[in-house]
């Protein structure tokens, strides 16, 4: 069983950054990817950005260049620092494990994620 809980959510002005946290607890076997995901009410669920346990870490298009996805091994946390946001970005995000597997190039889906977060808020005004 893995536990993950998400931290850092928030209200921010149009411009600002914020920096969500993901701890991890359980056993997460040699190899993972955590994807971090985002779902506006009304909206389907976007995958922003995914790191695996070599570090290596992959950006959706829309947040490229903004969001830094990173690992702390000695606090078992994952971090997405989301710089320069903007008022679409208001939504409930996740982060979520898939287990003995790395990240790629080509995206899960969110279904292929095994274990998944409650989920922080995060609302940017404009």
């Known amino acids: 069983q893995v536990h993950l809980v998400e931290s850092g959510g928030g209200s921010v002005q149009a411009g600002g950054s914020l920096r969500l946290s993901c701890a991890v607890s359980?056993?997460?076997?040699?190899?993972?990817?955590v994807g971090w995901f985002r779902q506006a009410p009304g909206k389907e669920r976007e995958g922003v950005a995914r790191?695996?346990?070599?570090?290596?870490?992959w950006y959706a298009d829309s947040v490229k260049g903004r969001f830094i996805a990173a690992k702390d091994n000695a606090k078992n946390t994952l971090y997405l620092q989301m710089n320069v946001l903007n008022a679409d970005e208001t939504a409930m995000y996740y982060c979520?494990?898939?287990?003995?597997?790395?990240?790629?190039?080509?995206?899960?889906?969110?279904?292929?994620?095994?274990?998944w977060g409650q989920g922080t808020q995060v609302t940017v005004s404009s």
């Open positions: 790191i695996d346990n070599r570090g290596f870490a």
């Open positions: 979520a494990i898939k287990l003995d597997s790395w990240c790629y190039a080509r995206p899960f889906a969110f279904y292929d994620y095994h274990y």
């Open positions: 359980g056993n997460t076997y040699t190899s993972y990817c």
